[in-house]
């Protein structure tokens, strides 16, 4: 006895549903989107290039003869860096945060503000960073020119943010933008309290970005005050 109704599943051959083409582009999209390492190696690659192409190493030292010849007094006369990029990183911090979430308006500016906040101010905390510990290191004689000081410098950054110091630049880009955005984070929230939340993530940036900073340059002023005293002889390696 032949079956009066048809089976209700598609029969083999038949084309796909409209729904079923949909959930395929966007799984296509999502497949093309880039990793959160590689968005934040390119980042972290804008802030280097950025920091080092602010400092001109040549016009650093006070009294050097050539790039690679500190003067006598190198220790001595050394500029209160610490205090120098602790007033730049609360300046560009706070500048940033604000700037960010007065420009937001509408229903999703919170949500926006917080991942372009994140995204602005990680690569520009990277650049002071990378600058910051450039300019330390010229002051002591080491320009950060060739390929392996410049992987140094990313690497002091890397290790005072409490990330480690192994792999190439990229992974050190990387690595640094990664720490900062980590480090941030939580602070953005801030800005979701309705009317003032602008302000106070302004004002916690700019405390936080002053501490950072600070920190990261007193790490790059030890490391090359011991650099220099042990490759002229006066300190133990």
């Known amino acids: 006895m032949t079956a009066l109704v048809a089976p209700v599943g598609p029969a083999p051959g038949d084309p796909p549903s409209r729904l079923a083409g949909v959930v395929e582009t966007v799984r296509g999209w999502v497949r093309a989107l880039p990793a959160p390492g590689d968005v934040a190696a390119v980042a972290g690659a804008a802030g280097e290039w950025l920091g080092h192409a602010t400092l001109d190493p040549a016009r650093v030292l006070l009294g050097r003869e050539r790039d690679d010849e500190p003067a006598d007094d190198v220790l001595e006369e050394a500029p209160p860096f610490a205090r120098i990029y ?13 700037v960010t979430g007065l420009l937001g308006a509408g229903r999703w500016a919170p949500v926006v503000g917080v991942i372009g906040a994140l995204g602005l101010d990680s690569l520009l905390t990277t650049a002071t960073c990378v600058r910051a510990v450039s300019h330390v290191g010229a002051h002591f004689g080491f320009a950060a020119r060739s390929e392996d000081e410049r992987t140094a410098v990313l690497a002091l950054v890397a290790t005072s943010l409490g990330g480690t110091t192994e792999g190439d630049r990229r992974h050190l880009a990387a690595l640094v933008v990664m720490r900062l955005s980590v480090q941030r984070g ?52």
């Open 86 to 98: 602790a007033v730049v990183g609360a300046v560009q911090a706070g500048a940033t945060g604000l």
């Open 186 to 237: 939580p602070t953005e929230l801030v800005r979701l309290v309705p009317t003032v939340g602008p302000v106070l993530d302004a004002a916690l940036g700019a405390y936080l970005g002053a501490r950072l900073l600070a920190r990261v340059v007193d790490d790059a002023e030890r490391h090359y005050r011991a650099r220099y005293l042990r490759e002229r002889g006066m300190l133990a390696a």
